[in-house]
Each structure stands twice: as structure tokens, then as C-alpha cells.
């Protein structure tokens, strides 16, 4: 364009306008090419995976573009190991719960089929088996480069078995294993370039860390070690596919699996630990089910406390505990259901029990998480920490609070569908999550009452909280509570109305002239998540707790014609005062 108007004008320029109107239009040519080449570069880029090492694509292996479909790929010489060998290790791994490709149809054509080479692809892990005839077969050859490719591109595990073949016989071409291949070579003369392929292929492979059938016997044994390295591979290698419903979690699933050890040979024991509604049973769900398909049995215990109390409900359990031997003999009967268990303890597997309160109810299902077969996974949610402790759990986790921004993309998910507040509603937006601090609960449940409401219903709405609990928050924080010894309950109370934000030292003090064993209650309130001990040493409590607190005293003159254990408004102890009411 600007050299258009220099052409158009050129009459009414000087020798020096001309020349600037020159250096302009090829400044401007100039950068508009190299903005088209840093485009298509990058666009080039986006197209394309960049081969990864070795060493890092465990990890990065992880983050590929296309969808992972198989843990295991089975490459394989059907004549040779089919209906012995490979029926074994197949079923092994699925007893394992591990997810294996394996082509059972009749190889026709000259051509590895797209399926095929897709389902290479999409696994995290590549089986191949050489066996003497393994080199006669193109099949084969094209599945093995095919898999090499996908090692160096993603990062993809290979895992080689040499079944009664030397491995320096691949690598060359040698013994039995080179007859094979010269027969290959003798149908493919003309085209040395997929030889030279091969070759290298098989030179490669040979040279990869693997298991050899003729040091490691009997086969159940060498089966047995395969299976063991693959799911251990796999272990390091989970993915954490987060439900996009979830917000902030992601972090607190990582923290769950960096203190989990994987290659122990001990049982592993985690407790999630945290007040009712910050998200324990989420993340325990999201960890079980990542993990689950590596164990020979699991099974997700939901409502451990709501169950025991209910009539047979201990029995229930227990059935459903003896449900992972997958023994349509077994029977709830007494003299059998100690072998049942015996037998339940000679398998691995992967246990949650969530919402216990009190120790008894893990030992009254399984006895002590010892007598499991190592390698196994117990997993408890509680809102006691004693709990964990009693039961001997390991790994304590405790759950926090969401940090502003998720908590605020939560609620907004719940009150206007979408990960923003609406345009005119952000400072009350604000409001309810300074209201809820942070708590999954409280932002899911009063996202859905004020979800479609007017600014008008929800300045109402939130005027009411400062007044009065929401009732679904309000019962699920109650539980806690509700679990409290009297002289508990009593402590609780007086720091939800009187004691947030005192000394300990106070509180102490002051509940000990009371007649309390302040000490130990608190203890027990700070195990239970009902209050917090700060590093200033003073006493504090998540909000919407001191206001279930202040809730339940406030019904307490509902229940006693008026009458109050505690006064803390003003306008209360006014009334009081001037109208002589009394207290309880």
C-alpha cells in the first residue's frame, strides 16, 4: 500500500521523499515476511512431537495429543507362542486388570492393517516376544518398527522377551533365529531398503533391557516377573485424567501420589484427613479410580459410618469385602468366613474405606492392614485424625481449604455455569466465597440455590447467611459435632461464641475455672478438624463452623421456650437484661 501512494505522488516528491518512501515499504515488506515465517514455524511446530529421550519420556509420554487405549501391545509369532505362551502372559496381565491388546485374527496381506499400527500407538507399554520364527514373518518385522518409532517419538516402553532365543541371535540374525530371517530375505531381495529396516529393528530392540526365557524358569516364574515390571512401569506412569467437573484438585491428587511408594513391598496405608464437605471422598474416588486397574481386586467402602449403623449393615460390608474374590461359592457363614478372609489376604488389592469414625469399624472388617499381601493399598477418609492414628495408618493427608481463585471458578461453575462470574454479579460473587472460605461444599451448595436468581434474591439470600446457616451445609458440618463427647461439645461451643481468635493460653484458663479438662478437648477438637491451633498460639475455626456453632445454640431456645446456653449479640443480652428472660 505505501508503495502504491509513493508511485501515485511520485511527481510532487523530492530524490529524498522518494527514498524514504523506498525504505519504509521494504521495512515493512521485511517484517510482514519474517511475521509469515515465525507463523509457519509455529504452526509447523504445533503439528508435529518432538522426539523424546529416553531418559524423560516416562513422563512426557503421558502428555501426548491422542488417547491412551491399552496399557500393554502384544507383538508376537502366532505359530510359535500363541496357545502356550502368550495365552499364559495375556491372562496374567488381565488378572492384573491390565488392559492388553493382542491380535487373534489370521494375518493376511502384505500390509500391517491401520487398526494394528493404531493400537500400537495408543499403548503405554509394547510386549515383544522373539521367538525362533519371529524374523519369517513381515507382519512381525512392520510391527517392530513401528513400535521402535513410537518408543522414540513418545517415549512408549519396549520390553523385549527373548522366548528360547539368544538374544545376541537377534541382534545379528544368528543361529535358528537368522535361518528365519534369511528366508525374509530371500521373498524381499528387491527391496533392500525394507531389509536394511528390519535389520536395524531387530539390532535395536536386542539391545534393550529384557527378560530371557532360558535364565529365568520355570515359565510361571518368568511370566510372573513380567507381569510384576509391567505394572510397576505402569505405576510410574499414571495419569492424572481429572473429571473436568473438579476444580483445585489436581494438586492434592499429586500430593496423594508423591506420598504413596509404589515399589514397596510393604501394605501402603493413606488417610485422608479434613472437616465435612472439604473434599476427602473426592480425591479418595479420583486416586481409586487412577489406581484400581493395577490391583487384583478393589473395592470403594462409601459411607463406612452411615453403613455400621444400620441393621446387618456390619454384615453388608463384609459381603461386599468377600466380593473381590470373585467366588461365586462364597458364603456369609461363620465357620467359612475367616478362610474367605485368609484367602482375601493372599491377593493385592486396593481398599478405601470412607467416613470412619472410630478405629473399630476398620478392624471389625479386615483386622489389621498386616495381613495383607504386600504391595497392597488401604486408603481411610475420616474427619479425626485419631482415627488414622489408632488404626495405624502410615501417610497422613490432611485437606485444605480451596485458595481464592479456584474457590471462586467452583462457584461460579454451580451459580452461572461457566468458570467467571456473570458481568454486575462479581462483588456478590465475592461475598459468598468470603462467606464459604473455601469450602467445596458450602461453594456447590449455595451455587445452586442462587443459581437463575436476581441481584435482588441474592442480596436477600446473602443477608439471610449472616443470620442463619444454610440448612445442607449445616446438616454435613453437623456430623462432626454430633460425634462429640458432652464436655466436647461444651468447648466447642464456648470458642465457637466466645473464644475464636484468643490465646490458647485464654481459653485455658478460662474453661479450666469452668471445670473443663480444656487440654484434652481441645486436643480432640483440633484432631477432629473442628478448630486449629495457629503458630501464634491462637485458637481459630473455619467460619462456617462457629456458625453451625452459634446455630445450634440458637435452636437450643427454640427446643427450651427461649431459654440460651450462651449469649455473644448484643441485642440478645440486651433483651435479656431488660426483660429478665433468663439463661439455662
Request: charged share 25%.
Amino acid at each position: 500500500m505505501l508503495f502504491c501512494i509513493a508511485f501515485l505522488n511520485f511527481r510532487r516528491l523530492t530524490f529524498m521523499g522518494f527514498f524514504f518512501f523506498f525504505v519504509v515499504f521494504f521495512v515493512f515488506y521485511l517484517r510482514q515476511y519474517h511475521s509469515t515465517k515465525q507463523i509457519q514455524s509455529s504452526s509447523s511446530a504445533c503439528s508435529s512431537h518432538p522426539p523424546l529421550s529416553s531418559a524423560s519420556s516416562p513422563s512426557l509420554f503421558t502428555n501426548t495429543i491422542f488417547k491412551i487405549e491399552y496399557d500393554v501391545f502384544l507383538s508376537f509369532r502366532g505359530a510359535d507362542t500363541r496357545d502356550n505362551f502368550i495365552s499364559h502372559l495375556y491372562s496374567a496381565l488381565n488378572r492384573k486388570q491390565v488392559k492388553t491388546f493382542i491380535d487373534n485374527k489370521l494375518i493376511t496381506g502384505d500390509e500391517i492393517s491401520p487398526s494394528l499400527l493404531n493400537a500400537i500407538k495408543q499403548s503405554i507399554i509394547s510386549i515383544v516376544i522373539f521367538s525362533e520364527s519371529y524374523a519369517s514373518s513381515r507382519w512381525c518385522l512392520q510391527e517392530l518398527v513401528k513400535i521402535l518409532k513410537c518408543k522414540k517419538k513418545y517415549g512408549q516402553i519396549v520390553i523385549p522377551i527373548f522366548y528360547h532365543v539368544d538374544p545376541s541371535d537377534v541382534r545379528n540374525q544368528n543361529g535358528n533365529f537368522g535361518i528365519a530371517f534369511s528366508k525374509l530375505e530371500e521373498r524381499f531381495k528387491e527391496n533392500l531398503h525394507k531389509l536394511r529396516e528390519w535389520r536395524i529393528a531387530l539390532r535395536e530392540a536386542a539391545n534393550l533391557l529384557g527378560f530371557d526365557s532360558r535364565v529365568i524358569r520355570p515359565e510361571s516364574e518368568l511370566i510372573e516377573r513380567i507381569v510384576e515390571d509391567v505394572v510397576k512401569r505402569l505405576n510410574n506412569n499414571i495419569r492424572i485424567d481429572l473429571d473436568k467437573n473438579l476444580v483445585g484438585m489436581e494438586s492434592h491428587i499429586k500430593e496423594v501420589y508423591s506420598s504413596l511408594n509404589y515399589t514397596s513391598r510393604d501394605v501402603n496405608t493413606l488417610g485422608i484427613w479434613g472437616i465435612g464437605g472439604i473434599g476427602k471422598t473426592t480425591i479418595a474416588r479420583e486416586v481409586f479410580n487412577q489406581v484400581s486397574s493395577y490391583y487384583e481386586g478393589f473395592c470403594f467402602m462409601e459411607n463406612v459410618r452411615e453403613e455400621v449403623e444400620k441393621i446387618g449393615g456390619l454384615a453388608h460390608l463384609r459381603w461386599k469385602l468377600l466380593s473381590l474374590l470373585n467366588d461365586k461359592n462364597v458364603k456369609m457363614d461363620i465357620p467359612n468366613i475367616n478362610f474367605d478372609f485368609r484367602r482375601l489376604c493372599r491377593k493385592k488389592i486396593l481398599i478405601v474405606f470412607d467416613d470412619v469414625t472410630s478405629p473399630e469399624q476398620v478392624k471389625s472388617l479386615i483386622g489389621s492392614f498386616e495381613w495383607f499381601m504386600r504391595g497392597s493399598l488401604i486408603i481411610v477418609t475420616t474427619r479425626d485424625k485419631q482415627v488414622l492414628k489408632l488404626c495405624g495408618v502410615r501417610t497422613i493427608y490432611e485437606m485444605k481449604e480451596l485458595v481464592d481463585t479456584d474457590a471462586l471458578k467452583l462457584f461460579s461453575r454451580h451459580a452461572f455455569n461457566c468458570d467467571d462470574p456473570e458481568i454486575g454479579y462479581e462483588e456478590l460473587s465475592y461475598k459468598v466465597m468470603q462467606y464459604c472460605q473455601g469450602l467445596p461444599l458450602a461453594l456447590k451448595v449455595l451455587g445452586g440455590v442462587l443459581f437463575g436468581k436476581s441481584k435482588e434474591e441474592w442480596e436477600s439470600a446473602i443477608s439471610k447467611l449472616k443470620g442463619v446457616a444454610n440448612k445442607d451445609i449445616h446438616k454435613v458440618l453437623k456430623i462432626s459435632y454430633d460425634n462429640l463427647d458432652r464436655e466436647e461439645k461444651n468447648i466447642f461451643l464456648d470458642v465457637s461464641c466466645f473464644f475464636k481468635g484468643e490465646s490458647e493460653y485464654v481459653v485455658t484458663q478460662f474453661l479450666d475455672a469452668c471445670g473443663f479438662s480444656t487440654r484434652t478437648g481441645i486436643t480432640s477438637l483440633v484432631d477432629k478438624g473442628l478448630i486449629a491451633i495457629l503458630k501464634d498460639n491462637t485458637v481459630t475455626m473455619h467460619s462456617l463452623l462457629q456458625e453451625m456453632g452459634k446455630e445450634i445454640v440458637r435452636q437450643e431456645s427454640d427446643d427450651d421456650l427461649g431459654k440460651r446456653s450462651r449469649l455473644w449479640n448484643h441485642m440478645d443480652i440486651y433483651e435479656v437484661l431488660k426483660y429478665n428472660m433468663g439463661l439455662k
